[in-house]
């Protein structure tokens, strides 16, 4: 029986629309009966290509060559950004001397991509998604039952006090409904906000069920893997009821005196999602970290790393090339700016876009399809270093052009939302000089920037208040102040940075606790730094980009 029916929906010929189905056009993609094979073979089309029903969908659907019309793409070019070519085009001169990768590769690649992605949707990211939607729904269905109490509660002390003290009831029962109707609009707006994602989680599974089935090639290669943007797990909203709080009789200060409702009070308890683990669940550090591969990639003064996928990173130095390389060191592709400036530092937004700023003409820049556009411009401001938050916001550090103020402004495209540079005292948050300050956004949307010139990583919050300072751990052996470059995150919500004068990484938890060095794997002044999907860690040193493994 056909594994994608039921015993209920038994397939038949796409013809006759009335026998079983026997056989299966592999070319035209319809289901047959035995009778309707000749009719459908009789046209004399030679392309046709009938198969057994059960070995259906068993030949790829090639893209056909745009300069070569008569034959199918079997290869892409990794030197002209993964164009489809026909095996003319490879012997071409147009190629000579580029590398390419057999599309049928990329397509199981791409297959097994699609096939981790569903079972993530269905089993880890739905369910998650459902269990905060029903925790909401749960709060609106009591909200009405413990207001109720709180409402009686008021009434009895209230029969106490008699008729003196009606207003004052009723002034605070209205006051009691109007936090009612904001703690419903509070709870309403997340669910709403948590239905839209389900519907577009609902979309997209819809979307690479679709693909998953499907034998185009084209349409698989391109699918780009959601899976990054929706396992950012919104918090889960837990609004408290008030509290009435009695006090002792006084008729000079009735209404002060009789009780005091408390605001609403909001608490988000943070989700956690691993997406290869069944539950979610604490990864551990592992005692000794583990060297996995050092990459040679042809930087001098290497200083950022941003990683593009599991296999594939972006690397900038001081040269006005930004270089592409897979896990295995072979270049993928170049990209160089037109002026001989250097990139201050590199990012890659979710649709695998390359972003890059330097500070000649004061730009951050976007790269789409090998073209470069610029973003932002920055007048009186130079930009120092980048940070795609999981928003897709833009997050950038920069520094007045007098190198005398720092500040961390966030940006939607092109547009300013937000600007960080002072604490609630009117200090700076930030030290006003011209150092680098990397930055990197936590599982918690928490803003973490490694102030070189004050030696200490500074953390806010996301409305920019501040949250913590770090300034380095007592150590015998690490005898140089601290002074961090490099800074990233995990899916622990732990955050790393790299004490360059040390030849150290830092690993703290989200409050700023130390909890253990990586200072081993032969680390020589480590600089930008970047973690994977599965929490490999990436580190630049002078010329090689070093991957470590350091949890469980």
Known sequence: MDPLSSAQDIPRCDLCDTANVHSYCDFCHVNLCKHCVVDHISDGYDKHKIVPFHERRSNLIYPKCETHPQKNCEFQCEDCGNIFVCSSCTASKQHKGHNFVEVTEVYKTKKEVIKKDTKDFENHISP??????????????????????????????????????????????????????????????????????????????????????????????????????????????????????????????????????????????????????????????????????????????????????????????????????????????????????????????????LLYCYGTDGTVNIVKNGQTEELITLPKWTPGNLCVTSTGDLLVTMFSDDETQSKVVRYSGSTEKQTIQFDDKGKPLYSGNGYTKYITENRNHDICVADYGAGAVVVVNQEGELRWRYTGHPSVTKNNPFQPWGITTDSQSRVLTADTENHCIHILDQNGQFLHYIDNCDLENPFGLCVDNNDNLFVCEFNNVKKIQYIK
């Open 128 to 353: 998650k998604y459902e269990e905060i939607a029903l925790d909401l729904e749960n709060q609106l269905a009591n909200l009405d039952g413990g207001y109720e109490k709180l409402t009686t509660t008021m009434s009895k002390q209230g029969e106490q006090w008699h008729r003196e003290i009606d207003i004052v009831i009723n002034k605070m029962k209205t006051e009691l409904s109007e936090i009612k109707e904001k703690h419903r609009d509070i709870l309403q707006k997340h669910l709403n906000e948590i239905k839209q994602i389900q519907s577009l989680i609902k979309e997209t599974l819809k979307t690479i069920r679709k693909i998953e089935k499907s034998t185009e090639v084209s349409s698989t290669i391109e699918y780009s893997s959601k899976i990054r943007e929706f396992s950012k797990i919104p918090p889960k909203v837990q609004v408290s009821l008030p509290t009435f709080i009695p006090k002792p009789i006084d008729h000079e200060k009735l209404y002060s005196l009789f009780g005091q409702i408390t605001p609403l009070s909001t608490a988000t308890e943070e989700n956690v999602l691993s997406l290869n683990q069944p539950t979610i669940s604490v990864r551990e550090l592992l005692d000794e970290p583990e060297l996995v591969v050092a990459i040679q990639t042809g930087h001098e003064h290497l200083r950022s790393v941003a990683c593009l996928n599991e296999d594939r990173i972006w690397t900038s130095g001081e040269t006005n090339d930004i270089k592409c390389l897979n896990i295995k060191g072979s270049l993928v592709r170049t990209f160089k700016i037109k002026s001989e400036e250097k990139p201050n530092d590199i990012a890659v937004n979710s649709d695998g876009d």
